[in-house]
């Protein structure tokens, strides 16, 4: 139990500050996901699934939250450093941080539905048909979402930030 | 310039094409600058994204391990055996569909009988020895009626109860009763009906429930032979009841 707590909380978690944008109720949100898991664990039948199992616990954590609370809207803080330096020069480091960093802000300033559905598909990888899983929303829905949120983070990195990107 | 072809460009880079769409918006990117830029964008927002997933922020360092005390701490919740839930809720039904039949079919057994001494009798009297004897005969009674399945409350404090159920055979709703009521006005008291009560006092004493359950049981000579006729203290020297 324990290499699956160490595995999935800081995912759950994450996933959570991504659907409250709250460090406080993200915690609460991933205490109450897992507990509700341990308390069902007999009707995940398929072990691989287990992840888009959590999140979606997490999702319906998040609305019977939001039901019974309005969400304060505090952004998300506080990011790691890159454990490694990928064998760049501080500089470059750096650099890439820095525009690391600023593309998480652009993702958690998107709208909610939006920032899910990328969240879930960039950084969890999800297909699709997962995320509408995961959210209770249909396939359809799911790419209308991606697709509006691909094309905002497109906007917002203009065509001065690829070429700088492009030198480097 | 833009061309319809252009608004496949996200479903493009989510690859939902189909093969042959694919093809053709691969042999667009080559012929449409924007969208060629637009796709080289998102692959920069990607990459970025990706470089992304080891750099967001770590869970706090104390939840997995409160999650664990708490999960530890959790009694575990059973599985619901839905062999064992649908025998015991096909258990419960037959038993609420033949409960009925069986209390029409079967005998009405066992008596509630509560008897106490009545309060209205002074202490001295107690130790009178026709008292002890009423006492004596209403338990009598009381054993009599429990054997032929009549049921009958008595509560001496400070109401003598009287409730008779219909013995089997006998009409059991109240309105079947009072229509043999008026078939058959010979079966029934004249002066009690069932469940009404009767003060108990010096001058109505247990003799006379006697009197009155006696009408109501089959056994009447028996409990005649068995019953106590306090003549002398009473105040009703030879009274006889008519069963008897």
């Known amino acids: ?168 | 310039m833009t061309t319809p072809i252009c608004a496949h460009l996200d479903a493009y880079i989510g690859g939902w094409l189909s093969e042959e769409q694919r093809f053709a918006f691969e042999a667009h990117l080559g012929e449409c600058l924007t969208c060629a830029a637009e796709l080289s964008k998102q692959e920069c927002v990607d990459r970025l994204l990706a470089a992304a997933r080891t750099q967001l922020e770590p869970a706090p360092p104390l939840l997995a391990g409160r999650i664990e005390r708490q999960l530890s701490s959790s009694p575990p919740v059973r599985p619901v055996r839905w062999l064992w839930a649908g025998l015991s809720a096909a258990a419960v039904l037959l038993l609420g569909l033949l409960l009925p039949v069986a209390q029409r079919h079967v005998p009405r057994l066992g008596p509630v009988i509560s008897m106490t001494e009545p309060p209205g009798i002074p202490t001295e009297d107690r130790t009178r020895p026709d008292m002890e004897d009423r006492q004596a005969a209403l338990q009598q009674l009381a054993v009599l009626i429990t054997s032929r399945s009549q049921r009958v409350e008595m509560k001496a404090h400070p109401w003598l109860r009287l409730a008779t159920i219909p013995a089997p055979g006998e009409p059991r709703s109240a309105r079947r009763r009072s229509a043999a009521k008026q078939k058959t006005p010979e079966h029934q008291p004249s002066d009690i009906e069932d469940g009404k009560e009767v003060r108990i006092t010096r001058g109505l004493p247990p003799y006379n429930a006697r009197a009155i359950l006696s009408r109501r049981t089959l056994g009447q000579r028996k409990l005649s032979e068995t019953s106590l006729e306090p003549a002398e203290t009473s105040g009703r020297p030879g009274h006889k009841h008519s069963e008897t």
């Open chain 1, 1 to 168: 139990m324990k290499d699956l707590l160490s595995e999935y909380v800081p995912r759950v978690y994450r996933f959570a500050l991504r659907l409250t944008r709250d460090p406080h109720t993200a915690e609460e949100i991933a205490q109450e996901t897992f507990l509700r898991a341990w308390r069902n664990r007999t009707r995940l039948q398929h072990p691989g699934a287990r992840r888009v199992w959590l999140f979606r616990i997490a999702a319906n954590v998040w609305r019977d939250l939001a039901r019974r609370k309005t969400q304060p809207a505090e952004s998300v803080v506080s990011l790691t450093e890159d454990p490694d330096g990928g064998g760049r020069t501080p500089d470059q480091a750096a650099a890439d941080q820095e525009q690391v960093l600023r593309v998480i802000k652009d993702m958690d300033s998107l709208p909610p539905r939006q920032r899910q559905v990328l969240y879930l598909s960039a950084i969890e990888e999800l297909d699709h048909a997962q995320i509408a899983q995961v959210l209770g929303i249909s396939s359809d829905a799911v790419k209308a979402s991606l697709s509006l949120a691909r094309k905002t983070m497109r906007r917002r990195w203009g065509a001065g930030d690829l070429k700088r990107r492009e030198v480097r």
